[in-house]
């Protein structure tokens, strides 16, 4: 079973912009805190924003920004659009709860480079 399955990354030059999308198959989607998570090559797994049930959102410092989280509670599906892409974004992305309580995804690959 697969609860959530993400899409939308790319090779993209710095500067551009990418929307990853996130279909979540849990009974109580609108009940949780959803949030975005990306792990660069050699790093470990970090938090780029969250998005609460009422879609109050929180970023990442480095978002500076540029990112913006969305929800679709009726289609189950969180957004990410991301805007002047740098290579420091580069990494997979993936969404989880913010308790990272269901199974993680395979990611999405996003590769900023010129």
């Known amino acids: 079973q697969v609860d959530v399955l993400e899409s939308g990354g790319g090779f993209v030059q710095p500067g551009a912009s990418l929307s990853l999308s996130c279909k979540v198959s849990?009974?109580?989607?609108?009940?949780?805190?959803l949030a975005w998570y990306r792990q660069a090559p050699g790093k470990q797994r970090e938090l780029v924003a969250t998005?609460?049930?009422?879609?109050?959102?929180t970023y990442a410092a480095f978002v500076e920004d540029r990112f913006t989280i969305f929800r679709h509670n009726g289609k189950k599906t969180l957004t990410l659009r991301m805007n002047n892409l740098r290579p420091e974004d580069t990494g997979v992305y993936y969404c989880?709860?913010?308790?990272?309580?269901?199974?993680w995804g395979q990611g999405t690959q996003v590769t900023v480079s010129s």
């Open positions: 989880n709860t913010v308790l990272a309580d269901i199974s």
């Open positions: 849990i009974t109580d989607f609108d009940l949780n805190r």
């Open positions: 998005i609460a049930t009422g879609g109050q959102t």
